[in-house]
């Protein structure tokens, strides 16, 4: 019950603040201090973030970095307050996953989206078009490891920053990233020899099943905004068995294949084939995040109806 008004500064006045930090996006002093109101285990009293405590965790870190950095700057924090200012309380507790996956038949869900990417942006010696763009792609792919190395180092600070994993197990594997339960990744697809698409995509095992809302937070701490959604079960779908059922849930068939069916609610759609489903037109933060929001109601269906 604590109230009081306190002022925490990057330095003193007699200093200058750095902008140096692992992340470009943030200054050393802006880096640790949103490590800290995010729940850095080493920020917390207990399982509480206290004024104190965010001060030591952010005090301590600024101070050794900028030393490397050969520049002295120290935090300050003004406060009259006589009792502990309590700023987060992060108590483990358990949520309802708005999917239920660890209850459904999926053993896996894979994300993926596109940007465009010049050929000669990575292959910057290649100066002639002459080359096929199937030579072409697998010269690029062999080369977006190095090309990619800082956005891939930066993307590793973040989720070691945003999630409580262990030290050794999040870390740059080639043209990809490696975490626990998942793994991150690049591939370049030609359209022609001259440009086509960076896909980028990212698969979750089921052990992020029991609290799916933090696949979102993945998402969204690799920056990853996707296009398409794929859900991988643990035994091939019976096609002709679960269409009557997804369109008695107000889908429309779109269409029907001896392999694969199509279906689309609005600006949905799901396809099925094989042991794969496939969403589009969803949020991941609203499938995830929201237990009854309109997007996880859908897909809870489906999920349902291809279990039994």
Not at 33 to 60: C, I, R, W
Not at 148 to 153: A, I, K, R, S, V
Not at 229 to 252: D, R, S
Request: charged share 25%.
């Amino acid at each position: 019950r604590t109230k009081s008004v306190a002022f925490l500064s990057s330095s003193s006045d007699s200093q200058t603040s750095t902008a140096r930090s692992s992340d470009l996006r943030y200054s050393l002093f802006t880096y640790h201090l949103k490590a800290a109101l995010s729940g850095a285990v080493e920020a917390l009293d207990g399982e509480f973030l206290t004024l104190h405590s965010l001060f030591q965790y952010v005090s301590v870190r600024v101070k050794r970095e900028s030393k490397a950095n050969h520049k002295i700057q120290a935090p300050v924090l003004q406060s009259k307050s006589p009792g502990v200012i309590l700023l987060g309380d992060f108590t483990p507790r358990l949520t309802q996953s708005p999917l239920a996956l660890n209850q459904s038949p999926v053993q896996s869900v894979n994300f993926s989206d596109s940007e465009g990417l010049r050929v000669k942006d990575v292959l910057t010696a290649i100066r002639k078009s002459t080359y096929s763009a199937e030579y072409l792609e697998g010269r690029v792919n062999d080369q977006l490891a190095e090309h990619f190395e800082e956005d891939l180092g930066r993307a590793v600070a973040r989720l070691k920053n945003t999630f409580d994993f262990p030290e050794d197990d999040v870390y740059v594997d080639g043209a990809a990233i490696r975490f626990p339960g998942g793994r991150y990744w690049l591939e370049y697809v030609a359209d022609d020899n001259r440009s086509g698409q960076l896909i980028r995509r990212v698969t979750f095992s089921e052990t992020w099943f029991a609290d799916a809302g933090e696949i979102a937070d993945v998402l969204t701490t690799l920056e990853l905004r996707p296009t398409k959604m794929q859900f991988e079960v643990k035994n091939p779908i019976n096609l002709k068995a679960v269409v009557p059922g997804i369109k008695a849930a107000g889908w429309t068939l779109k269409s029907q294949l001896e392999h694969k069916v199509e279906f689309s609610q609005g600006a949905f759609q799901i396809a099925i084939e094989g042991d794969t489903l496939t969403f589009r037109g969803f949020v991941p933060s609203e499938l995830f995040g929201h237990v009854d929001s309109k997007q996880s109601t859908l897909a809870r269906c489906v999920l349902m109806l291809l279990g039994n």
